[in-house]
Each structure stands twice: as C-alpha cells, then as structure tokens.
C-alpha cells in the first residue's frame, strides 16, 4: 500500500510519511516546519532562514508560523515524561 502526502496551505506544508518520519515539512523539501520555527524561536530573522535555506521562500516561513497556530487552535493535553 502506497502512502499518502497531506498538503496544506496550498501546498506549501506537506506530510509524508516516507518524508522526514512523518514530520510537516515544506514543499515536499526535507526541511522539517519544526526546524523552522525553532530558527525563529532563537530569534533567527527570515533573511537568515532565507539565506541559510535557499530553496525557501518568504511565504514558506508564513505558512510555517500559520500551520504552528492552527495546530494550536486544536485540542491536546500536556503530560510530565520522566
């Protein structure tokens, strides 16, 4: 059975599961949204992201923060490990 790629954003965040272990990435590329968000979460600028990954565009980065929000918007529960 072959498996299937989700895409949101038009395309711009993608899941595959034979991708990045299943991680969102962007476009299909194996730059995971994570690794993103963490750059912007140590307060990497977007020329810095852009520069660093020249396959990204600026829209990448706003899809990135977007797809982050709207998987906030959902319900989940924290739990203590170790």
């Known amino acids: 059975m072959a498996s299937e790629t989700l895409s949101y954003l038009d395309g711009r965040i993608t899941v595959d599961p034979d991708l990045c272990n ?3 990435t962007i476009r ?3 730059i995971t949204v994570e ?3 963490g750059y912007l ?3 990497g600028s977007r020329e810095e992201i852009l520069q660093q990954y020249p396959s ?3 829209a990448d980065i706003d899809a990135c ?3 982050a929000a709207d998987m906030m918007a959902h319900r989940y ?3 203590r490990v170790a």
Do not use: K, N, Q
Request: charged share 35%; net charge positive; hydrophobic share 40%.
């Open 28 to 30: 299909g590329l194996r």
């Open 35 to 37: 690794t993103l968000l």
């Open 56 to 58: 990204l565009e600026d």
């Open 77 to 79: 529960r924290l739990e």
């Open 41 to 43: 979460g140590a307060g």
């Open 65 to 67: 923060v977007r797809f």
């Open 22 to 24: 299943g991680r969102p």
